[in-house]
């Protein structure tokens, strides 16, 4: 039945995350369209596809599958804003509000010493952080973050939890 007075929409790559999925699989199951789902981006199947949600970042399988689909004119909506040198529409939350939001949540609560911690310093980062920073009310808002590549690094650790409990440790009370 695929094709048939349906549309067929792929969705590619990390677009797939399960959370995300159940939005994605209920937008879908309101317009009729048939969902290929591929997280291997190896889905050069025969299909026509009329549309496909993705998540761009950094896989450069999927971005060349990308590139294919778009010069064939298949219209694509990229859920992130991760890698800026593909050009296409997308569809991204406001990580500025996303910050402010996780900051206002705590204030609420009566924090008044905040720890800031991100695995990576990408754009959305930097925006939630400043909006966290921005909206916290408490004295103190610290960012922790660890670029080292010396023994304290976090892939040095057995785990991420070990290494970012030493830190927490040490931060303000």
Known sequence: MLGVNRRNV?????????PRLGSIAAVAKQNGWNLHIDRLSRCDDGISYDGAIVLLAWNKSEI?????????GVPLVDLAYI??????????????????????????????HAVWF??????????????????????????IKDNARGANHPRRKTSIYDWLGDRLASAPK
């Open 10 to 18: 792929l969705v590619l790559g990390a677009a797939a995350f399960p």
């Open 83 to 112: 890698n800026a040198k593909f050009s296409c529409p997308r569809v991204i939350g406001d990580n500025v509000e996303i910050g402010k939001m996780a900051a206002e949540h705590f204030s609420a609560r009566g924090f008044k």
């Open 64 to 72: 060349r599958f990308a590139r294919r689909l778009a010069r064939r």
């Open 118 to 143: 991100a695995s990576g310093w990408s754009a959305a980062h930097q925006l939630r952080f400043k909006g966290f920073k921005g909206a916290f009310s408490g004295k103190t808002a610290k960012w």
